[in-house]
């Protein structure tokens, strides 16, 4: 059986992403076969695409979706065929139908609507284990953030204020300012205003933690702003990544910590993704956590998703719909 998908065929601007038609796969031993409702669209697949992250081509971008179990794979537990599911960890998910490892898939009540659930599994387990494992945040904390209107941003300021901490970000609009205001942020600037924000809002000591995704524009403004002891954790590079560093300017900071984690290390296994997975969707079903779908397109018009993600207009989870 035949099904569509969006697919480059080598490396190429959002312009190649082209809608082709690839065999519905079968699910193997350990895996599941879903119906999708909703893609996540990330940054890693702009890269994919583009060349920058080496793929087989052609390739069919998407590891974050949810969806309809359709089949089941050899000796899978403790799901059936009609589950609600969404994953960070599948394949192949710009088409109607993809598998996952039933290990790496998470199951969504039905008090979570599908489209929101495609915005959880990456961003909203990546802000987990920051606030949880990366740097553990305590009621009380003072954390800087860096793009508080975007997909992780507005998830990440809703958990650092459940934690009890104060927290700095940025925005480039008023648009922006507002949507990171309304998730719950204490102070939200311009980039060129972070230092003399904690400046004031610590009396000059500096924040326990910086959540930095942006990279090599914002690296030196993340480590000053650090306090004695303070963490940098810097978990994407959407300005570039940062160059090799002198490490003795953690010494002298102030024995400073960095460090630079990805999702990946913190999916170790079933429990740990259950853990983090469960967490999010049981805050979004009770209320705690609000998820801002920002732009939702149809899978026929993946190119214009990236554009849009590329131009960095959006704000919220950007998905593709079925």
């Given amino acids: 059986m035949e099904q569509q998908a969006i697919a480059v065929n080598e490396p190429t601007d959002a312009n190649g992403l082209k809608l082709t038609q690839i065999p519905v796969p079968s699910p193997g031993a350990g895996q599941l076969l879903v119906k999708i409702a909703a893609t996540g669209v990330n940054f890693i697949e702009t890269y994919q695409r583009s060349g920058i992250y080496t793929v087989d081509y052609p390739f069919v971008p998407g590891s974050e979706f949810s969806g309809v179990v359709e089949q089941i794979g050899e000796g899978v537990q403790n799901f059936k065929i009609g589950d609600r599911v969404a994953t960070a960890s599948g394949e192949a998910g710009y088409s109607q139908y993809a598998l996952v490892d039933a290990a790496l898939t998470g199951k969504v009540p039905d008090a979570v609507d599908l489209h929101v659930a495609a915005a959880l599994p990456l961003q909203g387990m990546t802000a987990h284990y920051l606030v949880h494992s990366s740097y553990m945040v305590h009621n009380g ?52 205003q972070v230092a003399q924000t904690v400046d004031k809002v610590t009396g000059g000591k500096g924040v326990n933690a910086v959540y930095d995704g942006i990279g090599k524009d914002t690296f030196d403004t993340s480590l000053a702003a650090l306090r004695r002891r303070g963490t940098l954790v810097l978990f994407g590079g959407a300005s570039g990544q940062v160059p090799p560093f002198d490490i003795q300017r953690l010494n002298a900071g102030g024995s400073l910590t960095v460090t630079r984690p990805k999702l990946v290390d913190f999916l170790t296994s079933q429990q740990e993704m ?49």
Avoid at 171 to 192: I, R
Avoid at 275 to 282: A, C, E, I, N, S
């Fill in 141 to 192: 904390d003072v954390i800087l953030t860096y793009a508080g209107a975007g997909g992780v941003g507005l998830i990440l300021t809703q958990l650092l204020k459940l934690k009890g901490a104060t927290v700095i970000t940025t925005a480039s609009t008023q648009e922006k300012k507002d949507l990171a205001k309304a998730a719950g942020a204490d102070y939200v600037v311009d980039y060129d």
């Fill in 274 to 322: 259950h853990w983090r997975f469960g967490d999010m969707v049981g805050w979004v079903a009770s209320g705690k956590i609000d998820v801002r779908i920002g732009a939702q397109y149809p899978l026929t018009e993946a190119a214009a998703a990236h554009t849009a993600l590329e131009s960095r207009s959006t704000t919220g989870k950007v998905i593709l719909l079925q």
